[in-house]
């Protein structure tokens, strides 16, 4: 056998990701001709059918022995990883780079203050960013794509640990000059003859609203589905409807740009799960580590701040 050209073994890896050669070929910006040749030099070499090409618009399915080469492939992508991380625990923390993801909303909250800070205190530790909803960001956390993420919502623990958890009550977020304005509290029997923006079914949130709103015998009036939390908070603080929403994590005291948060007081409201996690059982990179321990600092500091300051805002 032929030794493995690590060229078609990253193209064959980003082809099984994605299910399709096209896909592929754009994710990894070379022609789709140029991504099927290397897949066909890589079976004559192994000497096996590694894909399972299917007719039409179907995704490609790995054999048998496209399972083994995967499962290779991903176990030769940790092992350099802990080569780098053991060459970045040499030299300190002079140097490194952490994957990350995290959802939309801590685009804006929490996170650039922590990036800046913490880019000032280690400026050899870059950052890939990946921002997306709870699910793909799960994913991409179990295939070894990120050393990290957040996620909102009930998410599956199986092959994940758990680095920081939180418990976010729920708000709603009131426009100006609406009618529920000024209130101390709602229950969402108020909320029921009002528009909502509400997420789409692509996020792990919309499942926890969905029961909530079931469980209290309300079909929500949708003015707006989405799956950003920005353009869900930002149509409500404009004035086109409500929408139940957490409070910033950095700052809970912090307003709207428009409008308030007035506290859903309703035993049907659960609240939001915060958590930060990581891949369980992998070694981590030192400077992973490091920015793990930091981060988790500057949220359990907030967390306390959020248990000092009133409930109503």
């Not at 029961?211 to 799956?227: F, G, S």
Request: glycine share 6%; aromatic share 6%.
């Amino acid at each position: 056998m032929k030794l493995v050209s690590t060229t078609a073994l990253r193209y064959f890896a980003e082809v099984a990701r994605t299910g399709s050669i096209r896909a592929a070929s754009e994710n990894l910006f070379v022609a789709a001709s140029a991504v099927g040749r290397q897949l066909v030099m890589l079976e004559d070499s192994l000497g096996a059918p590694l894909l399972e090409r299917r007719q039409g618009r179907g995704k490609v399915r790995l054999t048998a022995a496209g399972e083994l080469l995967m499962r290779y492939y991903k176990n030769v992508s940790n092992e350099t990883r802990r080569v780098h991380a053991e060459l970045e625990a040499l030299q300190g923390l002079r140097r490194g780079h952490v994957h990350f993801g995290m959802p939309e909303s801590l685009t804006r909250d929490l996170m650039p203050g922590f990036f800046s800070r913490f880019s000032k205190d280690y400026p050899g530790i870059s950052f890939s960013v990946h921002v997306a909803g709870s699910p793909r960001l799960t994913q991409m956390l179990l295939e070894d794509e990120l050393d990290a993420c957040f996620t909102f919502g009930d998410v599956p623990q199986t092959d994940m640990r758990t680095v920081y958890s939180r418990l976010m009550p729920l708000f709603v977020l009131v426009p100006s000059g609406h009618p529920l304005e000024g209130r101390k509290s709602l229950r969402l029997s108020d909320c029921a003859e009002y528009g909502l923006s509400l997420l789409d079914s692509s996020l792990w949130a919309k499942q926890q609203t969905d029961d909530m709103l079931a469980k209290a015998n309300i079909r929500p009036r949708v003015a707006l589905e989405t799956n950003s939390y920005e353009l869900m908070r930002n149509v409500a603080a404009e004035g086109m409807c409500l929408t139940f929403t957490t409070t910033p994590i950095e700052d809970p005291q912090a307003r709207p740009r428009a409008g308030s948060y007035v506290p859903l007081k309703d035993p049907r409201a659960r609240p939001q799960r915060l958590a930060l996690s990581v891949h369980q059982g992998r070694n981590l990179p030192l400077p992973v580590d490091t920015f793990l321990a930091e981060l988790v600092v500057v949220l359990e500091d907030a967390e306390a701040r959020a248990q000092r300051v009133p409930t109503a805002r």
